[in-house]
């Protein structure tokens, strides 16, 4: 298969995760016979420094003519701690979001047996834990409107969501849950907000069209409990954009560590797949982030293009990582490997994954990995 790729490194370790996954893409290549051509094009704060704008034209028509996106991360330090700022890295991003359309956004949370002792959860609260967030990408709070009286002292932002919104979100939701266990959550706060009323009201509407699929109810304060407690009730969960938001980044301790989670952005015509965690500044140039959400996003991508056997290929090797403990020092606090060492394991395993697994253990104890 041949795909175009656009690559969009962004702001702090944004480039180093990134490349990464590029590698275990290039390996796919390798193994499998395919060709995937990359173009790389700036945004967020890099974006601003050098062009004046978080999202230059000449990067949205990239993503417009590529057959996916890959993204890095975004952020810089010096737009969040200036609220005089005329523009902000992450506008970009939620720009982005809206002109190509991506209304879904898809997060798997899953629990790795090898990592359990990572967690801050107790091993049986998160063992077997495997469920999906739908989170609703382009509508709600953070694309309302938008307000500040003149003498800076009253804001407004206003959540609306449409029909529309809701339910061409819900429908992925409802036959991703029919695929999966049969569950799906709807966390909304109904009890207060008009805007999830409505959510209940279409989301109800459209159970009727699934009758595989046991629907429940949760306020978004008791899903959050709920998460931490006992995460291995939920299959899918489907929500707003500002609840997704939050929950989805309290999920990422369920697996030790939020350099584990990838994501994807669905649109009718576009996708674009990038790992959760934000742009982490204070790592920026030290090869020490943890590339696997980014790999995983890659797995991702590949999946999108019913390029199965290779997403569950680069899954393999990402297992194998974790069990023989080549990650990065969120994961382990002694261990000697760097971003690229562990996303250079990954990528060889890619290419070596029919042949017997054996590692040199005492080259890990030095921080080098030797395929035997």
């Given at each position: 298969?041949?795909?175009?790729?656009?690559?969009?490194?962004?702001?702090?370790?944004?480039?180093?995760v990134?490349?990464?996954?590029?590698?275990?893409?290039?390996?796919?290549?390798?193994?499998f016979?395919?060709?995937?051509?990359?173009?790389?094009?700036?945004i967020?704060a890099?974006?601003?420094?050098?062009?004046?704008?978080?999202?230059?034209?000449?990067?949205l028509?990239?993503?417009?003519?590529?057959?996916?996106?890959l993204?890095?991360?975004?952020?810089?330090?010096?737009?969040?701690?200036?609220?005089?700022a005329?523009?902000r890295p992450?506008e970009?991003?939620?720009?982005?979001?809206?002109?190509?359309?991506?209304?879904?956004?898809?997060?798997?949370?899953?629990?790795?047996?090898?990592?359990?002792?990572?967690?801050?959860?107790k091993?049986?609260?998160i063992?077997?834990?495997?469920?999906?967030?739908?989170?609703?990408?382009?509508?709600?709070?953070?694309?309302?409107?938008?307000?500040?009286?003149?003498?800076?002292?009253?804001?407004s932002?206003?959540c609306?969501?449409?029909?529309?919104?809701?339910?061409?979100?819900a429908?992925?939701?409802?036959?991703?849950?029919?695929?999966?266990?049969?569950?799906?959550?709807l966390v909304?706060?109904?009890?207060?907000?008009e805007?999830?009323r409505?959510?209940?009201?279409?989301?109800?509407?459209?159970?009727?069209?699934?009758?595989?699929?046991?629907?429940?109810?949760?306020?978004?304060?008791?899903?959050?409990?709920?998460?931490?407690?006992?995460?291995?009730?939920?299959d899918v969960?489907?929500?707003?954009?500002?609840?997704?938001?939050?929950?989805?980044?309290?999920?990422?301790?369920?697996?030790g560590?939020?350099?584990?989670?990838?994501?994807?952005?669905i649109?009718?015509?576009n996708?674009l797949?990038?790992?959760?965690?934000?742009s982490y500044?204070?790592?920026?140039?030290?090869?020490?982030?943890?590339?696997?959400a980014?790999?995983?996003?890659?797995?991702?991508?590949?999946?999108?293009?019913?390029?199965?056997?290779?997403?569950?290929?680069?899954r393999?090797?990402v297992?194998k990582?974790?069990?023989?403990?080549?990650?990065?020092?969120d994961?382990?606090?002694?261990s000697?490997?760097?971003?690229?060492?562990?996303?250079?394991f990954?990528a060889?395993?890619?290419?070596?994954?029919?042949?017997?697994?054996?590692?040199?253990?005492e080259?890990?104890?030095?921080?080098?990995?030797?395929?035997?």
């Open positions: 298969m041949k795909l175009n790729l656009a690559l969009l490194p962004g702001d702090g370790v944004g480039p180093e990134l490349s990464q996954a590029v590698k275990c893409l290039q390996a796919v290549e390798e193994t016979n395919h060709q995937f051509i990359y173009r790389e094009a700036p967020g890099y974006a601003i420094d050098k062009y004046g704008t978080s999202l230059p034209e000449k990067t028509d990239l993503c417009k003519t590529s057959d996916a996106i993204f890095g991360a975004i952020g810089d330090p010096k737009y969040d701690n200036n609220p005089e005329k523009t992450e970009g991003l939620l720009e982005l979001r809206k002109s190509l359309g991506l209304f879904a956004n898809i997060r798997p949370v899953k629990a790795f047996s090898s990592l359990s002792e990572k967690s801050p959860l091993k049986e609260i063992e077997n834990v495997d469920f999906i967030i739908y989170r609703e990408l382009t509508g709600g709070i953070y694309f309302g409107e938008k307000k500040t009286n003149e003498d800076g002292t009253i804001a932002d206003l609306e969501y449409s029909e529309k919104e809701i339910s061409r979100v429908h992925l939701a409802f036959k991703a849950a029919k695929n999966r266990d049969g569950k799906l959550t909304d706060k109904a009890n207060v907000l805007s999830s409505l959510w209940r009201k279409v989301v109800s509407k459209i159970a009727e069209s699934y009758p595989e699929v046991k629907l429940d109810y949760l306020f978004v304060d008791n899903a959050a409990m709920q998460l931490i407690l006992n995460p291995r009730q939920f969960i489907l929500t707003e954009n500002m609840f997704g938001d939050i929950l989805s980044d309290e999920a990422s301790v369920i697996g560590s939020i350099g584990l989670l990838a994501s994807a952005s649109g009718e015509e996708a797949f990038e790992p959760i965690h934000g500044p204070q790592a920026k140039g030290m090869d020490i982030a943890n590339p696997v980014s790999i995983l996003s890659a797995a991702m991508l590949l999946e999108h293009h019913s390029l199965f056997e290779e997403a569950m290929a680069v393999e090797a297992d990582a974790l069990k023989k403990g080549v990650v990065t020092t994961l382990n606090e002694k000697q490997y760097g971003t690229n060492q562990v996303g250079d990954i060889d395993n890619i290419v070596d994954s029919d042949e017997p697994f054996t590692m040199n253990d080259n890990i104890d030095l921080g080098k990995s030797t395929i035997i």
